[in-house]
């Protein structure tokens, strides 16, 4: 089992940015993708960005693509969230994941891990 620990939300302006931080612990981090999730209120839980084992491929939601960057850091086993241009239909609650497998998978079926999410607010 994975804990998952994330850290980096709060408010920030529309048009700043923000990055976002998933500290990992309990497994041999570098074995599994991961992804960052948003779910807002009334909303179903979305995928933002997927990366994999390696860090050599990744995946975006189209809402996000060129603002947002995933990437991890295996050797400090965390996967960050860097938010750039954030709008105000990206305020959510944003969740990190691990998935069961190796690669930078999009649906949240796939991942067995959950952290306990960070509220992300964009002002306008």
């Known amino acids: 089992q994975v804990q998952l620990v994330e850290s980096g939300g709060g408010l920030v302006q529309a048009g700043g940015s923000l990055r976002l931080s998933c500290a990992a612990s309990g497994r041999t981090f570098s074995n599994y993708g991961m992804g960052w999730f948003r779910q807002a209120p009334g909303k179903e839980r979305e995928c933002v960005a997927a990366i994999s084992w390696s860090g050599g491929m990744s995946s975006y939601a189209d809402s996000v693509k060129g603002r947002f960057t995933i990437s991890r850091d295996n050797a400090k086993n965390t996967v960050y969230l860097q938010m750039n241009s954030p709008k105000p239909e990206d305020a959510a609650v944003y969740y990190c994941?691990?998935?069961?497998?190796?690669?930078?998978?999009?649906?949240?079926?796939?991942?067995?891990?959950w952290g306990q999410g960070t509220q992300v607010t964009v002002s306008s």
């Open positions: 994941a691990a998935a069961s497998g190796r690669y930078h998978y999009i649906s949240p079926n796939l991942y067995t891990c």
